[in-house]
Every structure is written in structure tokens, then in C-alpha cells.
């Protein structure tokens, strides 16, 4: 008898539960939501960020408000969600810089698997290695003969130390031969501004911030770091047609919450992610750089960053990079 009372408590307290989370998800949001970048404003995390804050808050009836928490590339604001409560009320939307940097920085104050929940993989865009005008080579092949012979004469920048542009340049560092310092600047804007300035040489950034400057010509596409060429760009090869075979490498964004954010929360976040990535705002907003929208929640974006970590982790020990 006391065990059949036993078990219908527990029954009760278990069934209490779920219907308090479906209660819970239900009314979720009822205040204004963060969604910290953890980045200067401009860049391309930036406005998908924001692209995606004006989409759930029409969905969702609440402020969907962008906070930009830049700092250690992009470290600062992360850790201010992993340290924040598992209430759905304070979001990330980061690149793979997230989970690059415990990979190359000595003490980063979070655990990517253990204290994130990966609510939704939203999209990706293309990188291109894009040079100064002043670079005697049309294409990456002809530069890094250049580089590799004159290397003094040239220089490399990168937006943000563990950026995807940071590791995809260090790969082409490694398998191009190339012995020369990567200059690191705080975001998309500064590297851009010296490239563009001519300062630096060379930088890999994502197609949306620099195809306008790639069609003015203020810029030249060297590469493209897709697998095959991209349909909007025909005449500039891929990395792996440079001499640098097996290479690709796309930079993409995801939404985390704290770690244990209870599952219906985080479902509700997943649906209205998703429905977000597929609206014609988003098309028209980021379609038309080169963004590809693929909404995918949990039980796909775990696994997808597991195999992530394991390709930088390679990089990040061939190339041997490691930062103090």
C-alpha cells in the first residue's frame, strides 16, 4: 500500500511538472528578451542577429533586443550568457569562433557542450579571400607564389582572433607555406578599413561584407573557401583549386541559450527560429548576400557542432596555433 501511494505521489508531482513546463513555455516570453553579440555592430553575426530579433518579435509579441558585448573575440559576451539564468530571457547568436576559441586561448571561463544549449543552427554564408588592388595576383595560387617569395612584401589581417576567418586563413597559411604574422583586429570594420586602406593585404572575410566592395572594385576576389564556385561569383576559383586541395570551409551562426534551459522553452525558441529563418525578411535582408537560411533545432546542431570542434581542432594542431 505504501509503495502504491509512493509511486502515485511521484506520478503526481511528475505529471505537476511538465504541465508547469507547458505552462512555462506557453507564456514564454512575458518580458523584453537580450540577444547578446558578442561583437562591435556591423558585422555579419551582428546582422543576423538583428534580422532575427525583428522576426521574433513580431512572432513573439515581446522586444527582441540586440546588445553588442564585444571583447577577448568574442569571449566577454559569451560568458555573460553561460553565466546568466536558464530562463530564456538572455540568448547568443555566435559563429564558430565560440567553439574555436577554447581550442587556440589558454583559459576560456566557460565549457562549450556544458554550459550552452545549442536552441537552433540558422544559417551560413560563404568566406572569400579578398585582396587590396595593389597585390600583384588576380587569384590566391599566383599571391601565394608571391608570398611565399617575397613575404615580407605582403601582410595578413583577421577580424577576430578564433574567427572562422581567423582559422580559415591560418589552414591557408599552413598548407600555402606562407611564413608571415596575421595582423588581429576587433571586428569586421577595422580589418576592412586598413584592407581597404591598404594597410593590410589580404583578409578572408564572410561575402556579405565585402561583396560591395569586391563589385566596386575596390577590392579583388583572390578565392572563394566553398566547395565548389559560387554561381554569383563564376571567375574566382575555390581555395582547393588553388593549390591547397580538400579545403572548405563556410562561416556559420547559431542561437545558444544558457546551459540547461528547460526543454519546452527551448522548443518554443527552436519553432520560432526556424519559422524566423524562413520569412521573406530574411531573404530579402540576408538572401541576397549570399546568407543561406537552414534552420535546424537540437538534435541536429549538437551534432553538427561536434564535428565542427573536431575540424578546427584539426586545424588549430596543424597549424599550431595557440593563443597566450
Known sequence: MK??????????????????????????????VRIIVPYVPGGTVDLVARVLAQRLTEQMGQPFVV?????????IGSDL???APADGYTLLVQSPTLIANPLMVRKVPYDVVTDFTPVSFLGSVPMVVAAHPSVPADDLKHFL?????KPQGFSLGTSAIGSPMH?????????????????????????LNDLLGG???????????T????????????????????????????????????????????????????????????????KAM??????????????????????????YITKEIATYARIVRDAKIQID
Do not use: C
Request: glycine share 10%.
Open 3 to 32: 509503495k502504491t501511494w509512493i509511486g502515485a505521489l511521484l506520478a503526481g508531482l511528475l505529471a505537476a511538472t511538465g504541465l508547469a513546463a507547458h505552462a512555462q513555455a506557453q507564456t514564454y516570453p512575458n518580458r523584453p
Open 67 to 75: 546588445e553588442n558585448r564585444a571583447g577577448a573575440s568574442g569571449v
Open 81 to 83: 550568457v553561460a553565466k
Open 145 to 149: 607564389e608571391a608570398a611565399r617569395a
Open 167 to 191: 582559422v580559415s586563413l591560418e589552414a591557408i597559411k599552413f598548407g600555402g607555406k606562407l611564413e608571415m604574422p596575421i595582423v588581429a583586429y576587433r571586428g569586421t570594420a577595422a580589418a
Open 199 to 209: 594597410q593590410i593585404s589580404v583578409i578572408i572575410d564572410a561575402l556579405p561584407s
Open 211 to 274: 561583396a560591395p566592395h569586391i563589385a566596386s572594385g575596390k577590392l579583388k576576389a583572390l578565392a572563394v573557401t566553398t566547395k565548389a564556385r559560387l554561381p554569383s561569383m563564376p571567375n574566382v576559383p575555390t581555395v582547393a583549386e588553388s593549390g591547397i586541395p580538400g579545403f572548405e570551409m563556410v562561416t556559420w551562426y547559431g542561437l545558444w541559450a544558457p546551459g540547461k534551459l528547460p526543454e519546452a522553452i527551448s522548443k518554443r525558441l527552436t519553432e520560432e527560429s526556424a
Open 278 to 303: 524562413r520569412s521573406a525578411l530574411v531573404t530579402e535582408r540576408l538572401g541576397a548576400q549570399g546568407f543561406i537560411a537552414a534552420p535546424m533545432g537540437p538534435a541536429q546542431f549538437a551534432p
